[in-house]
């Protein structure tokens, strides 16, 4: 198991750790730091009264929304959490995905797959509800009310964007089938969304912001360079 562990996750532990000792958390991760503050300050601003009408207006994506204005949201969508779910679990899993992803990618290529991710999602939800319900991929139309995900599509994406670059292969396939097992245990938006960014993702990898199957040897493993 030790064995199986250090083949999955060695060159990733040895480029987090090589980060962390170069640059410590606050040099090496300042924007995980402040999407973890974003996101729980629009979690205590949404759950007041007065706030919660201006969360919505700046940063609630819906496939009902024009277009434009949905574009215009979706970046701040990114650290909008879901009203309906424990908060400690957003900021945990941005905390720690989106830590290790800046620490490794740096913070444009961390918030590129992240935004492509939200992104996917977003556009997803109109191209399903314009197909409808009966269409292998389609959604309903009450879909259109249903606000995106937050930051999980962006969590999954990077997640899967990592340990593909990293070669942790079997993390690199547990992901995206935890995530068709939420579909089908739970045939919601969301869990359709997330597998929508897992394929924006999975794009990405295919055209050539990495190499997973052809990469240098020791690629990884050493210390990113630090990126603004």
């Given at each position: 198991m030790r064995a199986w562990a250090r083949a999955?996750?060695?060159?990733?532990?040895?480029?987090?750790?090589?980060?962390?000792?170069?640059?410590?958390?606050?040099?090496?991760?300042?924007?995980?730091?402040?999407?973890?503050?974003?996101?729980?300050?629009?979690?205590?601003?949404q759950n007041q009264p007065?706030?919660?009408?201006?969360?919505?207006?700046?940063?609630?994506?819906?496939?009902a929304d024009p277009l434009w204005l949905a574009l215009l949201r979706t970046p701040l969508s990114l650290f909008v959490p879901a009203l309906d779910l424990p908060v400690w679990g957003a900021?945990?899993?941005?905390?720690?995905?989106?830590?290790?992803?800046?620490?490794?990618?740096?913070r444009r290529r961390t918030l590129l797959i992240a935004y492509v991710a939200t992104l996917a999602g977003t556009l997803y939800a109109r191209a399903g509800i314009a197909l409808g319900p009966h269409a292998p991929f389609g959604l309903p139309a009450s879909d259109a009310l249903v606000v995106d995900t937050g930051p999980s599509a962006a969590v999954v994406g990077l997640a899967v964007y990592v340990a593909?670059?990293?070669?942790?292969?079997?993390?690199?396939?547990?992901?995206?089938?935890?995530?068709?097992?939420e579909v089908l245990l739970k045939d919601n938006l969301a869990g359709k969304e997330h597998l929508a960014a897992l394929l924006a993702v999975g794009a990405l990898c295919l055209a050539g912001l990495q190499s997973p199957l052809g990469s240098r040897a020791g690629e990884g493993s050493g210390l990113p360079p630090i990126q603004s």
């Open positions: 999955e996750w060695g060159p990733l532990y040895a480029a987090v750790r090589a980060a962390l000792l170069a640059r410590g958390p606050l040099l090496g991760a300042p924007l995980t730091l402040g999407a973890v503050f974003l996101t729980a300050l629009l979690q205590f601003v007065w706030g919660f009408a201006l969360v919505e207006a700046a940063g609630a994506v819906r496939a900021l945990a899993q941005v905390l720690c995905v989106f830590g290790i992803a800046e620490l490794c990618l740096g593909v670059r990293h070669h942790a292969r079997v993390t690199a396939v547990a992901v995206p089938g935890a995530m068709v097992v």
